[in-house]
């Protein structure tokens, strides 16, 4: 018998705040998160703009010794995991300790620590190269500094799959606790590359929007004038547990995850299958791993990346799946907001159908004022809208043609 898994404790890192509440509360009032780029000269950019975390403060949540022998992701990552450990309640003893995972997804890495370490070695040479540079490049070394803090020593993993990378994560952790190997796991999504390889790469491919002298208006999704995405940063964090285990242990529930799929387009490097297949094959196997008709669906956390390709593969697979359904979906993309996170995506706006579940809050999409006809479902124009959500569907497609559906419910 497949046990059942549940939410309790989240942790949020992201442009448009510090901490669950402050994300969710300027989410919630349509407060874009991004600006002009400020952690690096981009003045000779296509793109100067960027959904930067501000006021991030590393001391808050890491130790001294350790900030400048860890890559930013990591501060990230260590600052939603502390956030979500705190508000579960989990202590991580030594006979729990085997039984308790961590699993974070992130597309880049260490790719500031990259630049600057180059650098280094053009100019300085070789053996000023610094000895953690190796540790703070690789991507898993968010869960491995996340399993060092709390003691878990269970699965550590970091998922590579572009931008459904944070959503696997989760979706993979659901599973191992589902099958009994772990009775909890730590996990979500970060990534901090706002940085002049990423963006003048992501430049070149006429990706991102350059929108630069309005940048909160320039992550449009669904807007027929959209021109590309926003490049952000931050960390979405959320702890899993097996129910029984967090009903003996008295830890607040949230909400539970009852259903992942994931699947392949196999169709271009970059580019969606224009007809939805492997979304619209992703969210059926989803709803299929839940147990649940489509008609259950009450709101869906969109890819929606505002680029042309995306939103408008994703309305075309969503209408494939939900039928006539779509239609009384809500549907939104918060990266009207935080921009694209990326490898980070997955795991902040995991956290955000969570909540919108616990609050009866939709969060908006901002800036769609001229609707794409190909794009004609309900996205919760500008405001957020007051709604009983019992089941969120969130979203995530990557390079590579890989995508990952979880679905959430409210516990009962």
Not at 6 to 22: A, K, Q, R, S, Y
Not at 54 to 59: G, H, I, M, S, T
Not at 125 to 152: C, H, K, T, V, W
Request: aromatic share 6%; charged share 20%; net charge negative.
């Amino acid at each position: 018998m497949k046990k059942r898994v549940v939410v309790t404790g989240l942790g949020l890192v992201t442009p448009v705040g510090i901490g669950v509440h402050e994300s969710w509360d300027n989410l919630c009032r349509g407060k874009s998160g991004l600006g002009p780029i400020t952690h690096f000269d981009a003045s000779a950019f296509r793109t100067r703009i960027a959904g930067e975390v501000k006021n991030f403060k590393a001391q808050d949540f890491v130790a001294q010794k350790m900030i400048k022998r860890l890559d930013v992701f990591v501060h990230f990552a260590l600052a939603a995991a502390r956030m979500a450990m705190e508000q579960s309640g989990l202590t991580i003893t030594s006979e729990l300790a085997p039984y308790v995972g961590v699993m974070t997804g992130c597309g880049l890495g260490g790719l500031r620590t990259l630049e600057d370490t180059h650098t280094v070695l053009m100019s300085r040479g070789p053996d000023r190269i610094s000895p953690f540079f190796i540790p703070m490049l690789i991507a898993n070394m968010a869960p491995g500094q996340i399993a060092i803090e709390y003691g878990a020593k269970g699965p550590n993993l970091s998922i590579q799959t572009a931008c459904a990378a944070g959503n696997h994560a989760i979706g993979d952790s659901y599973k191992l606790i589902q099958r009994g190997t772990v009775k909890a796991m730590i996990c979500g999504g970060v990534e901090a590359v706002i940085t002049p390889l990423a963006v003048g790469g992501f430049c070149a491919m006429r990706a991102l929007s350059t929108r630069n002298e309005e940048p909160e208006k320039a992550s449009r999704p669904f807007d027929k004038d959209r021109d590309g995405f926003v490049v952000a940063e931050g960390s979405g964090i959320m702890i899993l547990e097996e129910l029984e285990f967090a009903q003996e242990r008295g830890a607040p529930i949230l909400a539970e995850i009852v259903g992942y799929g994931l699947t392949g387009d196999a169709y271009h490097m970059t580019a969606p299958s224009p007809d939805g297949d492997g979304a619209i094959r992703c969210m059926k196997m989803a709803l299929d791993d839940a147990g649940l008709n489509p008609e259950a669906v009450d709101y869906i956390n969109a890819h929606g990346t505002s680029t042309d390709l995306n939103d408008a593969a994703e309305t075309l697979a969503i209408k494939a799946v939900f039928k006539e359904h779509s239609y009384n979906l809500a549907v939104s993309s918060t990266k009207s907001m935080t921009g694209h996170l990326l490898g980070g995506a997955g795991g902040v706006e995991s956290v955000f159908s969570v909540l919108t579940i616990r609050e009866g809050l939709i969060p908006p999409t901002i800036n769609l004022d001229h609707p794409d006809p190909q794009c004609d479902l309900d996205y919760v124009p500008g405001q957020a809208r007051r709604a009983d959500v019992k089941v969120a569907m969130t979203n995530s497609f990557g390079f590579g043609g890989t995508n990952a559906v979880l679905i959430f419910k409210k516990y009962t």
